[in-house]
């Protein structure tokens, strides 16, 4: 029963689910939820200290629940993202509404989406990697899978890491040195990881091709589907949802700056 504490992780997509439902002001339930609630609950509720022990933690690796608990985030992201794109495709929404939503919705992209595609990414298994990608893939962000993996593991707090926010560096500055600097990554090191297995640029197995396509065929198919208002909230949720993450980068990894050895 104890591990049942692991579904806080789905309180998120539970405040955007009320986010939709009510509209009007709730629309800002989520980053309300987000930034302000459980902030003030992580204060008032007591810190747990201790550690599990050795054969407790050998235990949890091989219990399924937190697997299946992984995997779960694919159709409640994708059931959100629909369910959202429905209706502010068919109702008419203030503004202020199509924005809150919209930021919500993005949340869940960035956190239940980005983040566990984070994890299933570190995976050796095809099905579990594919799941990652499918959670990338609203967020137009699959090129971090590329990049995270074989960029930045490897360059991590150096200046060769976009994900590593330098000295002094504001957040927004940020943002957009981390996002061009890692999608322009992400392509050299696709070129370098088919050049050592002999393969042309050209590729079918080129990734970054199959993400572009993958992407565009997505914001088309919301396009043809949802409309204009629908292609707009898709974009917007998705630059919301990667700009959390790279918020998140900003945190962890800002001022960090390893010395190279030989």
């Avoid at 322009?184 to 199959?210: E, H, P, T, Y």
């Amino acid at each position: 029963m104890k591990d049942l504490k692991y579904l806080v992780a789905f309180t998120i997509p539970l405040s955007a689910l009320i986010a939709l439902y009510f509209q009007g002001y709730w629309s800002y339930f989520t980053p309300i939820f987000a930034f302000v609630v459980i902030p003030i609950l992580e204060m008032l509720l007591p810190v747990d200290t201790t550690n599990y022990s050795e054969e407790t933690i050998s235990e949890k690796k091989v219990n399924r629940l937190f697997d299946w608990l992984l995997y779960l985030n694919l159709p409640i992201v994708y059931g959100l993202l629909i369910a959202s794109l429905i209706i502010v495709s068919q109702n008419t929404l203030e503004t202020y509404e199509f924005i809150g939503i919209m930021l919500s919705v993005g949340m869940v992209l960035g956190s239940n989406g980005i983040n566990v595609a984070h994890e299933l990414g570190h995976r050796q298994t095809t099905n579990e990697r594919f799941i990652g990608k499918a959670l990338l893939l609203p967020s137009l962000y699959m090129h971090f899978y590329i990049e995270h993996n074989f960029g930045h593991h490897l360059h991590a707090a150096t200046k060769e890491d976009p994900a590593t926010a330098r000295y002094n560096q504001t957040v927004y500055g940020f943002w957009f040195t981390s996002t061009t600097r890692q999608y322009v990554g992400a392509w050299k090191i696709q070129k370098n990881l088919l050049s050592r297995s002999n393969q042309s640029f050209l590729s079918f197995n080129n990734d970054m091709f199959w993400y572009v396509i993958l992407q565009l065929g997505y914001l088309l198919t919301v396009l043809l589907v949802f409309g204009l208002i629908g292609f707009l909230f898709a974009l917007g949720a998705a630059v919301v949802g990667f700009l959390l993450l790279e918020t998140v980068n900003y945190i962890e990894h800002y001022g960090l700056l390893r010395s190279k050895t030989d």
